[in-house]
């Protein structure tokens, strides 16, 4: 009796690292991914996201780390994962030079799917993500949401248990992104566990549970609501007149991590060691307290406070 | 094993596929082999004709006019100029407006009297003064086809010039009979080997570029986390550009037959075993220096490295014995050496695939080396 398979995990990584000579790409990383789950990967360009996947699909080997996917150790047992597993590629990695029905029979053949089986699923595809009038189109001349949605398809025609995708909506409207996460939720329900990698704040907001990675390493995880809950800082909004030299002024107290103008207002994060902070923008401004309110923190608030050390 | 097979399936139509699409690729895999044989049956020819040479005539006599349209009549040169003096010519030989200069003396009337091949100079060899050549011709010799070409009229008889019957006509020391291609037709030799030649360019080239392309656009990164296997994906890339070796060869071998009269003397049997054998060799090769290449610039460079001296050294152009030892061992390790005695003996001298079993082994041989090696070097991973 393997336990593991067992596992309410769908991956468990330990030590995760990745170097690239000198650079660290992924360093000293641990996730759990519970199954039927939507996890989150949010950071940065540059940060390690597609290393990390890379090594979680089996395609890179890691530097040093312990990896167990569905039951399975890689990056020896990688072969055995193949069927279980789909994975969507940040770059639109399906052949250009073909139409779509001919993309997506031949990834059903790599899958040993055949005959009406074949023929049934395609179709139910091309239905599910709206490409029943492109099928004779190519790849290549495709919108970018189009081919978004082709990708999709394509990752998951063999119905895998995890679904890896990387960067998904990089090239979708809002509009498109929304319908492109309730598919997403739709392969949830049925029981798929997904890993998401992103950098787009709404979106990460709509996984179950996600990793902040900046530099290859983990700044924090948890729900979007545990990690706005536990925040190690206070958010104000202030609305003022000259808002600009406002902000310089605040930006060079040491209680203060940043602050933003968002039109009217100037949005300033300040360290939770102050336990007051409307008293303390008060005392730093001379303004009065009409103008100045502690709001909800939202997910931004959180990555930049995460990320906020070590760069500027 | 039915899945396998269902897989290397699925990449040979894919490749079929992206191949029919791809206009300017499909246009070359007639048009190469449509040029090489107009080039090679046409325009390059080892017996060389025509040279244009001048003429430098210092007797300006009845004898010297008729030695002038002697040579002419051989069709080997080309009298285009006359010069009055050896330095405008050789000026003009520098120019390259001709290739060689002949220079017939004031007293070449004397020289041909006493000459021994006009037949009625004896005894007259013991005479130094006498016995001299009867003009002189300088040389570009820069070209040594052409240097060899002149070089061979020093032995013209003289026989017609002075309209005698030479009383010393030589026997010759040997009789010489020329088997399997007696009229020395060039294209004889020049077609089968261009089979060799071309299949060496187009396999090589189509499959260097082919797991390069796919990692360059990204599709690799898909297609390894797949359950398809590194062979599987090698044999389905390879298995369609067979068949456009066989169109080839039926292109060469068709044409080569219908304008330059080069039979087909072995059975087609032999010629289709060696033929698949050499493309698959060829296409292995292709394979491996497609998994050694980073991207498709690099598997252009590789390829021209390794097309070059199995094209030169591989006995199409010169002959194999005439090489030294060292770049016969190197010849000896491309497909192409092997295969151009292979379809030499075929095509020209009805050998069965059976008598030439060393070089079917090696080539057989490099295609199992090769495709374990490109299967091998090929990890689904990424590094
Ligand atoms: N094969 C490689 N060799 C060397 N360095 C690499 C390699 N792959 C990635 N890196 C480096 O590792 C770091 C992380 O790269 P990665 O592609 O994982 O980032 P990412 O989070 O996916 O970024 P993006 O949002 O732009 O896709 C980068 O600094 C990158 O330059
Ligand atoms: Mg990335």
Request: hydrophobic share 45%; net charge neutral.
């Amino acid at each position: 009796m393997n336990n593991s398979s067992e596992s309410e995990y769908a991956i468990q990584a330990k030590g995760l690292s990745k170097h690239f000579g000198d650079l660290k790409a992924i360093d000293n990383l641990d996730i759990s991914v519970e199954k039927s789950r939507i996890y989150g990967f949010l950071g940065p360009n540059g940060c390690g996201k597609t290393t990390a996947i890379r090594m979680l699909t089996g395609l890179l080997t890691p530097t040093s780390g312990e990896i167990e996917v569905l039951g399975l150790r890689l990056p020896q047992e990688a072969e055995k994962l193949r069927l279980k597993i789909g994975y969507m590629t940040q770059r639109f990695s399906l052949y250009n030079d073909l139409t779509v029905k001919e993309n997506l029979q031949f990834i059903s053949k790599i899958y040993g799917i055949t005959g009406t089986q074949q023929k049934k699923r395609i179709d139910e595809l091309l239905s599910i993500y709206g490409l029943n009038h492109k099928q004779t189109q190519f790849a290549g001349s495709m919108s970018g949401g189009q081919r978004q949605r082709l990708a999709l398809a394509a990752a998951t025609l063999h119905k895998p248990e995890l679904l890896f995708l990387d960067e998904p909506t990089s090239a979708v409207d809002p509009e498109n992104r929304r319908e492109f996460w309730e598919q997403l939720f739709d392969l949830c329900d049925q029981g798929t566990s997904v890993l998401v990698s992103t950098h787009y704040m709404d979106e990460a907001e709509r996984c179950h549970k996600l990793a902040i990675l900046e530099d290859g390493v983990k700044r924090a995880d948890g729900t979007p609501e545990e990690l706005m809950n536990n925040m190690a800082a206070h958010v104000i909004e202030i609305s003022a007149p000259e808002l600009r030299q406002l902000k310089q002024h605040l930006m060079s107290l040491p209680e203060v991590i940043t602050g933003s103008q968002l039109g009217a207002r100037l949005r300033v994060l300040i360290h939770n060691t102050v336990t007051d902070p409307i008293g303390f923008i008060m005392q730093h401004s001379n303004l009065t307290a009409d103008f100045v309110d502690l709001v909800r923190p939202s997910l931004e608030d959180v990555f930049v406070t995460c990320t906020g050390n070590s760069r500027q | 094993m039915m899945l396998s097979l269902l897989r290397i399936q699925a990449i040979f139509f894919k490749e079929l596929t992206q191949l029919k699409r791809d206009r300017m690729t499909f246009g070359m895999v007639i048009m190469i082999p449509l040029v090489q044989l107009m080039l090679f049956g046409y325009a390059i020819n080892t017996n060389i004709r025509h040279i244009p040479v001048g003429v430098v005539d210092q007797s300006q006599s009845a004898l010297s006019r008729v030695l002038v349209q002697t040579i002419s009549a051989t069709q080997v040169v080309k009298f285009e100029q006359q010069f009055q003096d050896i330095k405008t010519a050789e000026d003009a030989l520098k120019r390259s407006e001709i290739r060689a200069i002949l220079i017939i003396p004031p007293d070449v009337t004397k020289r041909v009297a006493r000459h021994p091949s006009s037949g009625f100079g004896l005894p007259a060899s013991s005479d130094e003064e006498t016995s001299r050549p009867i003009a002189q011709w300088l040389v570009d010799g820069a070209d040594t086809a052409i240097a060899a070409t002149i070089k061979s009229l020093r032995n013209m008889p003289l026989s017609e010039l002075v309209s005698v019957k030479p009383a010393n006509r030589s026997t010759p020391t040997f009789e010489v009979t020329l088997y399997y291609n007696p009229e020395q037709r060039t294209a004889v030799n020049i077609v089968p080997g261009l089979i060799g030649i071309i299949l060496t360019m187009t396999m090589i080239m189509f499959t260097s570029a082919a797991i390069v392309r796919e990692r360059e656009q990204g599709n690799m990164e898909m297609l390894i986390t797949t359950p398809i296997r590194s062979i599987e994906i090698m044999l389905g890339k390879i298995i369609p550009y067979i068949f456009i070796g066989v169109v080839q060869v039926v292109i060469i071998l068709g044409l080569g037959y219908l304008l330059f009269d080069v039979p087909v003397n072995g059975s087609l049997l032999s010629l289709l075993a060696i033929t698949l054998l050499f493309i698959a060799a060829s296409l292995t090769l292709g394979l491996v220096i497609s998994t050694i290449a980073k991207n498709q610039l690099q598997s252009t460079q590789m390829t021209i490295f390794v097309l070059l001296p199995s094209i030169l050294l591989s006995g199409f152009m010169f002959p194999y014995e005439g090489m030294p030892l060292a770049a016969q061992y190197i010849a000896e390790a491309f497909p192409a050496t092997h295969f151009m005695r292979l379809i030499r003996g075929v095509v020209l001298k009805d050998l069965e695939f059976t008598d030439l079993t060393f070089d079917i082994y090696w080539l057989g041989l490099f295609t199992i080396i090769g495709l374990a090696v490109a299967s091998m070097r090929f990890k689904k991973t990424l590094g």
